[in-house]
Structures are given as structure tokens and as C-alpha cells.
């Protein structure tokens, strides 16, 4: 199938700490390119993956659910916590929501957590028409696009579909049972004006897990897809300085691949 331009997935063969990448729910790696390219001019081993389902058309989604999403980022950390000495987990989105999994179930393995605009919960009364509504109507009016930076655009689906939406709605609630069980040092970057995401969800997510080294940050000229909008060298910044604290070494320069 034809993967739209931009959407490839990349990869970067660097040092010995490694970072991972999660793009947000009808995303896809476009949304974090730049992100995943500076921190691999700093010299890591970066994973930015598509998910299934994304990056193509949303008839491909519709046949996708979040056992598929989920382990398709958590392949990607296996492989990089064989290959790196420690590993950093980081998302958009539902990317965050992703990564912060990825963190209670792998514990020890992941050395820290940056999520920006992180979801929580699928907002809105059609979330609780969903387990019936999917049923009747196949797709509803797209998310993407919420920048404030102009002539910025997303490569993102324009249609949501609501068996993935669904599915996206049940990873969510397990999610929230389980961030107790993070305990890493946690970076959350959350801009006040999301048109996706309310405030909100980092609220529930900061109260809900168990980490005590704790950093939010405000973006405050940025919408939901922070990454691609005004606060996005700060994001990059950030959360290099927030690794570099927690891993003082950094790692060789190596070879870029991707689209």
C-alpha cells in the first residue's frame, strides 16, 4: 500500500542511548520528523515508527486496533533495549498515551518519559454512542491539522474511523489503571490552547502516576501538534536537556535510513 509522502517511518543508528519515538492517533512520523532529526544530529539511536493502520488511507485503520498500535512501539523498544545501554520513550498524543504504557510494563527498561499533549480519555458525547455508532457509521470528521503556525499541515487522516476511535476508547481506560504503575522521571509538554486534547488529561495523567522527578511545561504559542508549531524547538530542546540530566554520556554519530 502507498504510504503518503512524508509518512515513512526513520531510523537513526547512533550511540548508546536510544529514544523512541510514538506519532498520535490517525498521525503519522511526519508529525515528529523533525524531532526524531534533531535528536539524532545529536548523536542517539532514534526509532520513529508508523503505526499500523496510519500513514495511508483510513479504510487501512479501520482494520487496526490498539493491540496492533501497542505492539508495534513495543517491538521497536525491544529492539532498541537490546541494542542500546538505556532507552527514552517519548509521544504526541496518543503517542503519549502509547509511551506511557510502554513505561509501566517495561519498568526499568525505559530510562525516562517525554509525552506532549498526551491523551487520556476520548472526549465528547459520541464517545459513549461509540460501541454502537461504529456499528452504523463508518468514519466522522478528522482531528488533524490543529496548528497555530500557518500553512503547517499534518500528513493525517481527514476521516476518523470509528472502529479504530473505539478501540483507541478501550486502550485509554486500561491505560488509566495502569499509571500508577510508572515511575520513571516524566517530561510533559502541554499547550493550553488544544483543540484535540483538553488540559484536562495531563492533569488526570500527572495525578495518576507514580513518578516523583515530574517536569510540565506550558506551550503556550502552540495547538495540539505542538511538534510541528511554534514551541517545537522547545520541545526539542527540552527534552534533550531532560535526557542529557537523567544520561550525562551521549552516544556516537551514526547512520541515518528512512524515507
Known amino acids: 500500500m502507498q504510504v503518503l509522502p512524508g509518512a515513512e517511518p526513520f531510523r537513526?543508528?547512533?550511540?548508546?542511548?536510544?529514544v523512541l519515538l510514538c506519532h498520535g492517533f490517525t498521525g503519522s512520523p511526519q508529525s515528529l520528523r523533525?524531532?526524531?532529526e534533531f535528536l539524532a544530529g545529536r548523536g542517539f539511536t532514534v526509532s520513529l515508527p508508523l503505526l499500523p493502520g496510519h500513514g495511508t488511507r483510513w479504510e487501512d485503520m479501520q482494520l487496526t486496533g490498539w493491540q496492533d498500535w501497542y505492539a508495534e512501539v513495543d517491538r521497536e523498544l525491544r529492539a532498541l533495549t537490546a541494542r542500546c545501554e538505556q532507552v527514552f520513550v517519548c509521544g504526541l498524543s496518543m503517542g503519549g498515551a502509547l509511551a506511557l504504557r510502554l513505561a509501566a510494563e517495561h519498568g526499568g527498561?525505559?530510562?525516562?518519559?517525554?509525552?506532549?499533549?498526551?491523551a487520556n480519555k476520548v472526549h465528547g458525547l459520541s464517545a459513549y454512542?461509540?460501541?454502537v455508532a461504529r456499528?452504523?457509521?463508518?468514519?466522522?470528521?478528522?482531528?488533524a491539522s490543529d496548528i497555530a503556525k500557518e500553512r503547517i499541515q499534518e500528513a493525517?487522516?481527514?476521516r476518523v474511523p470509528l472502529h479504530a476511535a473505539h478501540s483507541l476508547r478501550n486502550f485509554l481506560r486500561l491505560l488509566d489503571a495502569e499509571?500508577?504503575?510508572?515511575?520513571?522521571p516524566v517530561l510533559l509538554l502541554r499547550s493550553p490552547q488544544d483543540h484535540v486534547v483538553p488540559p484536562a488529561d495531563s492533569a488526570r495523567i500527572l495525578s495518576r502516576?507514580?513518578?516523583?522527578?515530574?517536569?510540565?511545561?506550558l506551550l503556550e504559542r502552540s495547538y495540539h501538534v505542538a511538534t510541528l508549531d511554534h514551541d517545537a524547538e522547545r520541545i526539542f530542546e527540552d527534552s534533550l536537556g531532560f535526557i542529557g540530566r537523567l544520561v550525562p554520556s551521549a552516544g556516537r554519530e551514526g547512520t541515518t535510513t528512512g524515507g
Open 12 to 18: 537513526h543508528e547512533g550511540g548508546d542511548v536510544g
Open 156 to 158: 493525517a487522516y481527514d
Open 179 to 184: 499509571l500508577p504503575q510508572v515511575t520513571q
Open 135 to 143: 456499528h452504523l457509521v463508518r468514519t466522522t470528521k478528522g482531528l
Open 34 to 36: 523533525p524531532w526524531a
Open 109 to 118: 527498561a525505559v530510562s525516562g518519559v517525554v509525552v506532549v499533549n498526551p
Open 209 to 217: 502516576i507514580s513518578s516523583t522527578d515530574v517536569t510540565e511545561t
Open 129 to 131: 454512542a461509540l460501541p
